[in-house]
């Protein structure tokens, strides 16, 4: 059912952009959503350099191009991730600082209100599946029975259900994750 790949496909942006918040260590996956001007491009930043994991407090980003080093650490800065690029001239340290407890309470706000966009693309998801069958029961060529209709409707409505826990267990995850000092 297209329904359900579409509500697969918002847990899984759900899943990345969760991914992006950092906790108190180091993590390659909160430069993912960071795009560099390069050229007159936005080019994500995993596609321009390599992004290594000396320590649990450090990230290493050596660009494929060393021009491009004031463009990455631009992009960093304008990123707003909370982390501060140091530029050496070869490759891009940036230092991951422990959590204070006020940053913690922000990233826990950032955490439901991503989880809270995944759940309204559900339900958006969800509205879509039920006015397409909705449709398709007032069609005048092949339309499905009422008793089919309603079928379909509860059965995109467990899926829904299904998803929102899913959504639920993944974002409660990553808060333990974030308070965990």
């Given at each position: 059912m297209d329904t359900v790949d579409k509500m697969e496909n918002s847990r899984d942006a759900l899943k990345r952009n969760l991914k992006t918040i950092r906790t108190g260590r180091a993590n390659a996956a909160i430069l993912d959503l960071v795009s560099v001007d390069y050229y007159g491009a936005a080019t994500p930043l995993n596609q321009m350099a390599s992004i290594s994991v000396p320590n649990s407090q450090q990230l290493n980003i050596d660009p494929y191009d060393k021009t491009a080093l004031e463009d990455i650490e631009k992009a960093i800065v304008e990123a707003d991730l909370g982390i501060n690029p140091n530029n050496d001239g070869s490759i891009i340290r940036i230092n991951i600082p422990s959590l204070t407890e006020d940053r913690?309470?922000?990233?826990?706000?950032?955490?439901?209100?991503?989880?809270?966009?995944?759940?309204?693309?559900?339900?958006?998801?969800?509205?879509?599946?039920?006015?397409?069958?909705?449709?398709?029961?007032?069609?005048?060529?092949?339309?499905?029975?009422?008793?089919?209709?309603?079928?379909?409707?509860?059965e995109i409505q467990q899926q829904t259900d299904k998803f929102n826990k899913e959504i639920d267990t993944i974002v409660s995850a990553k808060e333990k994750d974030v308070m965990t000092v």
């Open positions: 913690r309470k922000e990233l826990l706000k950032m955490c439901k209100a991503i989880g809270e966009e995944g759940k309204v693309s559900i339900r958006n998801v969800r509205r879509d599946g039920v006015e397409l069958i909705k449709k398709m029961e007032k069609r005048t060529e092949n339309p499905i029975g009422e008793d089919d209709s309603k079928y379909y409707q509860e």
